[in-house]
């Protein structure tokens, strides 16, 4: 069983379309985050929690330390939310642990 | 959060040569940065931690000869890609972590080893 694990792997949404995009982890971590990457390969932090809830523009993330699970959801998609969306639980020397990925299509 | 830059951004070399990619951090000392790498259509794996002025610790499979890394300043990292084959064509990606176990990401590098 993979240590990180994230649904669903594809999602295709109509722009506007709300979107989870959900994680799940089985190591212990210090914080966990949320990354973006576009065709290009470039890597984009979005998020770094390690609990509760956090909201930056249409993007908010939330993580259950207890049930090692984390959601990324995007509201009022666009084209433009188009990427990978990539889990990454760390551990206390920092280094990550990557999942798989979500790869997002979202049609004008 | 930080700036980090990787150069070059692409790369093709010839099998048997060596290539150098840096990775800096413009606008912060990172006393510590990542190394990762990643396959077509596959994760991000880590390779190695490089922290400065001392050696670099890699990951359980990657071969310290063959991945050099050099983090001689609190700005710059090096990775070299030594006596590279075809099987090494891989997106590098280099990391700098900062403080709260953040992590600030370099645009990559992409070698093709033909």
């Known amino acids: 069983k993979n240590e990180v694990e994230q649904s669903p792997q594809n999602l295709t949404a109509q722009e506007g379309e709300f979107i989870t995009i959900n994680c799940s982890y089985s190591v212990g971590i210090s914080a966990l985050h949320w990354l973006q990457q576009h065709p290009g390969g470039g890597i984009v932090s979005l998020f770094m929690l390690s609990s509760g809830k956090k909201k930056h523009g249409r993007l908010i993330a939330t993580i259950n330390i207890q049930e090692k699970h984390s959601s990324l959801h995007i509201t009022a998609s666009h084209p433009r939310d188009s990427a990978v969306y990539i889990c990454?639980?760390?551990?206390?020397?920092?280094?990550?642990?990557f999942g798989k990925g979500t790869k997002l299509s979202v049609k004008p | 959060g930080a700036v980090v830059s990787q150069h070059p951004s692409r790369v093709i070399c010839k099998s048997g040569t060596s290539v150098k990619i840096e990775c800096r951090s413009l606008?912060?000392?990172?006393?510590?940065m990542f190394w990762y790498r990643q396959f077509p259509k596959q994760s991000l794996m880590l390779m190695a931690t490089?922290?400065?002025?001392?050696?670099?610790?890699?990951e359980q499979g990657v071969e310290k000869d063959k991945f050099l890394i050099n983090h001689a300043s609190l700005t710059l990292s090096t990775l070299t890609v030594t006596s590279a084959h075809p099987e090494d064509s891989s997106f590098y990606i280099c990391?700098?972590?900062?403080?709260?176990?953040?992590?600030?990401f370099g645009p990559g590098t992409r070698l093709t080893v033909t």
């Open positions: 490089s922290n400065e002025g001392s050696k670099a610790t890699y």
């Open positions: 606008d912060f000392q990172a006393t510590t």
């Open positions: 990454a639980p760390g551990g206390s020397q920092g280094n990550l642990i």
């Open positions: 990391s700098v972590r900062g403080g709260s176990y953040e992590q600030y």
